[in-house]
């Protein structure tokens, strides 16, 4: 009885620490968002980049040297990630004794936004996507399959539910480079209020505990 009592509870807060996949550029969540298509930035190397609106860094500690290389804007075609504008390639490489790489891109905006969708270009391992709000708690994961699995790149993002997104990592063992286009993202959405309903069935429900406690006491009266 008590378990069937509290399950509403359990599936609120339940869905308020979700997100929803994005799989498409024209997803409504993405409607009337800002674009990064990094075609304003010159081309090169970057050990960190910050262009319209946020910020690419690598979220992993170095801790056997040298793990990181860099973010690199280009527009090279090659056999395995053709493009036909500038795209943003991050890549690590190995680490001096020898371990694999660890990719860990971190995407953080400039302001929380309810989405983000991005080209997904390049990436032959599976990584994960995680979002984060701006208290650093995780609000999603999802797995990217590798792109030459799939039949080449792909669209992916994710849609908040109820908290606003700060940051995004992807992160993965074994690769050494992703490459990414296109990273849309939309603002924050206003705080989403309570239905109406909740706080109805909240009433009733400790409207009744009086009454479950009156009927506990005569049960043990009577015995």
């Known amino acids: 009885m008590h378990t069937i009592i509290w399950l509403p509870f359990l599936a609120l807060f339940a869905v308020a620490l979700q997100a ?4 498409a550029p024209t997803d409504p969540t993405l409607s009337g968002a800002s674009l990064i298509d990094f075609e304003s930035n010159s081309l090169g190397s970057y050990p960190t980049l910050s262009t319209s609106g946020a910020t690419f860094s690598h979220a992993a500690a170095v801790t056997v040297p040298p793990t990181f290389n860099g973010f690199h804007i280009t527009d090279s075609s090659n056999a395995y990630v053709p493009v036909t504008s500038k795209v ?20 953080e905006f400039d302001q929380a936004v309810s989405a983000f969708g991005m080209d997904y270009i390049w990436g032959i391992y599976p ?46 063992i074994g690769t050494d480079r992703i490459t990414i286009d296109n990273l849309a993202y939309a603002g924050a959405a206003a705080t989403v ?3 109406a309903a909740f706080w109805l069935f909240c009433s009733a429900f400790f409207a009744l505990l009086p009454i479950t406690k009156t009927r506990h006491s005569d049960s043990l009266s009577r015995e």
């Open 20 to 23: 929803a996949p994005i799989t």
């Open 88 to 107: 943003l390639e991050y890549s690590t490489v190995d680490r001096s004794d020898g371990s694999s790489p660890d990719i860990a891109l971190k995407i």
């Open 127 to 172: 990584t994960n996507l995680k979002a984060y709000d701006s208290t650093d708690t995780l609000i999603e994961s999802i797995l990217l399959p590798p792109t030459n699995e799939v039949g080449g790149s792909y669209y992916t993002g994710l849609a908040a539910t109820t908290a606003n997104i700060k940051y995004a990592i992807i992160s993965g």
């Open 193 to 195: 209020p309570l239905p």
